[in-house]
């Protein structure tokens, strides 16, 4: 069935360095893909998407890489900051009502 | 910026009583979701709507029925909680007219089933 799963459950970077979180994607008819970040005790907050139509989205010190091929998607954040410690869902979208999220990645942020 | 309010953000009830939480948003937006959230599962769809008195079910629907008579508010109604109820749920309207998967969540409500 459809699936969206991550690499790793958890992420440890240095404050300073760039954080790379991947995720692994199954439906091929999917047409948006998208990144949430989730605080603790808080909802998912969108941070930013990717149509199946483009290959790399920049936005404010992130950008979205999408690899059709080998159906992947990751999610680089530059310069991570304290702040950015986080649980971080991929999710997959077909354009419909139906959006499937992943499991999450827990970035963890070293001072 | 989208205004989602849920209430109650916590409840504690017991197996086989009825629970309803509400969803409330402020900005006229015509799709609305609900989802539970649990660990290793990530977000799952329960049910959702296009339009007042228009809804349909999500992945993990049984067990719950939604209602909206007016388009600020979608309720979630468990008939009869059980112990597999136990979850934090959010409500999210989707912020695209396309339903791209751009979802606007509100804080999540806890609900504990005893």
């Known amino acids: 069935g459809e699936s969206v799963g991550l690499h790793l459950p958890t992420l440890s970077v240095q404050e300073g360095d760039n954080s790379i979180i991947n995720c692994a994607y199954s439906?091929?008819?999917?047409?948006?893909f998208i990144w949430y970040k989730q605080e603790s005790g808080k909802g998912p907050q969108f941070i930013i998407d990717?149509?199946?139509?483009?290959d790399k989205r920049q936005g404010q010190r992130v950008t979205v890489l999408l690899n059709k091929t080998v159906k992947h998607l990751s999610l680089q954040i530059a310069a991570t900051q304290p702040g950015d410690s986080a649980v971080y869902f991929c999710?997959?979208?077909?354009?419909?009502?139906?959006?499937?999220f992943g499991a999450g990645t827990r970035l963890f942020v070293k001072a | 910026d989208a205004g989602i309010t849920q209430s109650p953000r916590h409840k504690v009830t017991e197996t086989g009583t009825p629970v309803t939480l509400r969803c409330h948003q402020t900005?006229?937006?015509?799709?609305m979701y609900w989802y539970r959230q649990d660990p290793g599962h990530g977000l799952r769809l329960i049910h959702y709507?296009?339009?007042?008195?228009?809804?349909d079910k999500g992945e993990v629907s049984d067990g719950y029925s939604v209602s909206r008579s007016k388009t600020e508010d979608f309720l979630l109604t468990l008939e009869s909680a059980t112990s597999s109820q136990t979850s934090v749920y959010f409500c999210?309207?989707?912020?695209?007219?396309?339903?791209?998967?751009?979802?606007?969540f509100g804080e999540g409500s806890r609900l504990t089933v005893l």
């Open positions: 999210a309207i989707s912020l695209s007219v396309l339903n791209t998967g751009e979802l606007f």
């Open positions: 439906n091929s008819a999917s047409d948006y």
């Open positions: 990717i149509r199946s139509n483009m």
């Open positions: 999710a997959e979208n077909t354009g419909g009502f139906k959006t499937i």
């Open positions: 900005e006229n937006h015509r799709y």
């Open positions: 709507s296009y339009g007042v008195k228009d809804t």
